[in-house]
């Protein structure tokens, strides 16, 4: 009796598993975009995050007529004035009596409105040192806000261009199949 059903023709061919991988399917270009955005997003998330465990420190935060009032009294040691944020940094004893013992000595932070009050303020007060920082203190952080949003667009657009690309060279081939055919599966001429 002739055998219709060959189980070894009639059967795709399997692909081999990958261990580790759901399904042990390869991973498809998709499924690598979604991981590098997913990546990219916690990153962003992190590097966020780490500004304000950063300022957590041994920092104390003084309003700003307290730092006038401790400037005045010359309870300030140094002084370092960031021009793009209005912030101020340095150290100061808390009490006229600790002046002088650097054990006392606590860093502050505040901020202060008007540069040119602020170095009239310190003309009058020579022993303290004053720093006027010119720097951005977020450059990298502006830099990546503005330029990686740009970089993404391009990247989904490429992306985009390059499937939309494949579709048109596919769009005639509808006669075509990927059949695998065998002697038992050809027509008889």
């Given at each position: ?28 270009r998709t499924g690598w975009l979604y991981f590098l955005l997913a990546c990219a997003l916690l990153g962003y998330a992190f590097f966020n995050m780490g500004s304000g465990f950063a300022s957590s420190s041994n920092t104390v935060k003084l309003a ?126």
């Open positions: 009796m002739p055998d219709d059903h060959n189980d070894n023709n009639s059967q795709t061919p399997r692909e081999p598993k990958i261990p580790g991988m759901p399904g042990g399917k390869k991973p498809t700003t007529s307290e730092m006038v009032s401790a400037i005045k009294q010359d309870c300030v040691e140094n002084l370092t004035y960031t021009v793009q944020d209005g912030s101020v940094t340095g150290h100061y004893w808390k009490t006229k009596k600790d002046k002088g013992d650097t054990s006392e000595l606590k860093s502050f932070s505040s901020t202060y409105v008007g540069s040119d009050s602020l170095a009239e303020l310190m003309a009058e007060h020579p022993d303290t040192k004053y720093i006027v920082n010119t720097n951005d203190p977020d450059f990298w952080g502006d830099l990546a806000m503005n330029v990686l949003p740009t970089i993404a667009l391009i990247a989904i657009m490429f992306y985009f261009m390059r499937q939309m690309m494949g579709a048109n060279n596919r769009n005639m081939q509808f006669g075509k199949t990927n059949a695998k055919t065998n002697e038992a599966t050809r027509p008889k001429v």
